[in-house]
């Protein structure tokens, strides 16, 4: 893939994020808990993107910085998913996660991948982790009783359209977080391994970008919720 192709579908990427934070920002007072938790992901998003630029071409390796915001989101996204799971006992198991992940992530940095390799195995586990959060959220949905009863339709729920953009994104990089590490060591010649790669995260911020479109269709809902309710 033509590299020029890339950075203009990644900094196209980043201006979204910036354009969906904007509104964010401005309804802040706004949002409610899990809308809060998104905006702190949308936040946590354009600076790993603009850090993890900013670290490539100062030093030429950035998967410190990677594996330490793949965590973060992590963290964030569970405090989401922690917020609209309503059964007690996933909840329990969501706040112990992030410290079973913790656990996973500094073996894998420190003993297994190595702090400047992309940590697959831990970006692994933390993205099954997500959408196995995403599908229960669907699911409950799907299942509550309560909105059939308010006739109140799912795609008019806020969190219907956030846990959408965050399980859509998630199942796209899943097969990259398990194996670009595989792919950093392939004995393939460097120029087909930086095709591949390239092609690879071209795809993944092109579904970033959707996603970030959903988060926002989101926040218009939780607007529409405030304006009905007023």
């Not at 071409?57 to 569970?78: E, K, P």
């Not at 007690?88 to 410290?99: A, C, D, R, S």
Request: glycine letters at 4%.
């Amino acid at each position: 893939m033509n590299i020029t192709l890339f950075w203009t579908i990644y900094y196209s990427m980043m201006g979204i994020e910036i354009l969906v934070l904007i509104p964010f920002i401005l309804n802040y007072r706004l949002l409610d808990p899990p809308s809060r938790c998104i905006f702190y992901y949308i936040v946590s998003s354009i600076v790993f993107s603009v850090g993890s630029d900013v670290l490539q071409r100062i030093y030429g390796n950035n998967m410190w910085f990677f594996n330490f915001m793949h965590y973060l989101q992590f963290v964030i996204l569970s405090v989401f998913y922690y917020l609209c799971i309503s059964s007690p006992i996933l909840k329990n198991i969501i706040k112990v996660m992030p410290f079973i992940v913790a656990g996973i992530f500094a073996i894998d940095i420190f003993v297994l991948e190595g702090i400047k390799a992309y940590n697959s195995i831990s970006a692994g586990v933390k993205s099954i982790v997500i959408l196995i959060y995403g599908a229960i959220f669907f699911l409950q949905l799907l299942k509550d009783k309560s909105l059939v009863e308010k006739s109140i339709y799912i795609d008019s729920l806020p969190s219907f359209w956030y846990n959408s953009g965050v399980f859509i994104y998630f199942c796209t990089i899943f097969l990259f977080n398990i194996s670009y590490n595989l792919l950093q060591s392939q004995a393939a010649n460097g120029a087909s391994k930086t095709n591949i790669t390239i092609a690879i995260l071209s795809i993944n911020n092109l579904v970033g970008l959707i996603a970030m479109i959903l988060l926002y269709i989101g926040l218009s809902k939780l607007k529409k919720l405030r304006y009905a309710d007023s």
